[in-house]
């Protein structure tokens, strides 16, 4: 059975793309089989591996988005690139930009993108969306296509309205159009370990939206080298394997496991009683 996980904040340069990356590459480490999506139109996902210009890219998700909406046909692994450290990806573009436009006019507009991942979702344990910097239709229709929802956060800088305006959206996509979307957690990026900032984010995380919002264990330390994986087109395993940022990553990928075991099981328990 599948996993499908949006790593959404509507505030940009949390680190969502570098975390798609490391939890992605991560699990595959582990035996499991991963797709990557770059849901956003700066196509930074598809840059952070390797491919450089994402605008030169004969087919991207906007092209397979396109047809979805279109009704025409496709190759099962149309567009999907494989990355030498065993993930495959969709590789997104500026062409995104018009998709998102064209979806506000077409009929159920917040599930195309649910409609094409359920076409291929079999073929994978998880499937992670590095979502746009934004709360616009295409974060929807990650959203609508996920099970569940990780929110990275910088650890400096809690924007408490972006977080409420964040937590609405979820619940009203939960509401209206995926009633099984769940919020897997939030992870602090880009920890200062000589400040109390991530001290104090936890705290306030906690006080204002209930103990129910899981804040991951797993602090990701502010690191140059984390940094340089982008431009490296690699993942911090491969860039800096004994680093901290790499240790972090791979108690972070531990984590989100284990959380993806105990809902196969519930969800295996629950089929059985039925
Ligand atoms: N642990 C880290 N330590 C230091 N720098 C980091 C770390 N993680 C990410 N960065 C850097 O911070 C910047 C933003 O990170 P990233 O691109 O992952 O965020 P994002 O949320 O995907 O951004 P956007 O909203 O623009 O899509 C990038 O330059 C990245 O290299």
Not at 168 to 191: C, E, F, S, W
Not at 233 to 252: L, M, N
């Amino acid at each position: 059975m599948s996993k499908v996980i949006a790593l959404a904040n509507q505030k940009g340069g949390t680190g969502k793309t570098t975390t798609t990356v490391n939890l992605g590459i991560g699990l595959a480490v582990q035996g499991h089989k991963v797709l990557l999506i770059d849901a956003d139109a700066q196509g930074n996902l598809t840059d952070s591996l390797g491919y450089q210009e994402p605008d030169n890219l004969h087919i991207s998700l906007a092209t397979i988005l396109s047809k979805t909406m279109m009704e025409e046909p496709y190759e099962a692994n149309e567009g999907i690139l494989q990355h030498a450290e065993g993930v495959d990806l969709i590789p997104g573009n500026i062409e995104l930009s018009a998709i998102e436009v064209s979806l506000v006019n077409t009929m159920s507009r917040e599930t195309v993108l649910r409609s094409y991942i359920n076409t291929i979702k079999n073929k994978y344990d998880y499937v992670l969306i590095d979502c746009m910097p934004s709360l616009g239709m295409m974060t929807i229709n990650a959203l609508a296509a996920a099970d569940s929802v990780i929110i990275p956060v910088q650890a400096h800088y809690l924007p408490a309205k972006g977080m409420t305006q964040l937590l609405q959206t979820i619940a009203r996509v939960r509401r209206q159009i995926n009633p099984k979307l769940t919020i897997d957690g939030v992870l602090l990026t880009m920890v200062d370990n000589r400040t109390n900032f991530a001290k104090d984010i936890s705290f306030v995380l906690r006080r204002d939206y209930g103990d129910k919002l899981r804040v991951f264990q797993t602090e990701i330390p502010l690191s140059i080298r984390a940094a340089e994986t982008s431009a490296e087109g690699k993942s911090i395993y491969t860039h800096d394997p004994r680093g901290i940022a790499a240790k972090a990553y791979e108690a972070f990928t531990k984590e989100v496991q284990d959380i993806g075991e105990k809902q196969r099981k519930r969800q295996h328990q629950t089929g059985i009683s039925r």
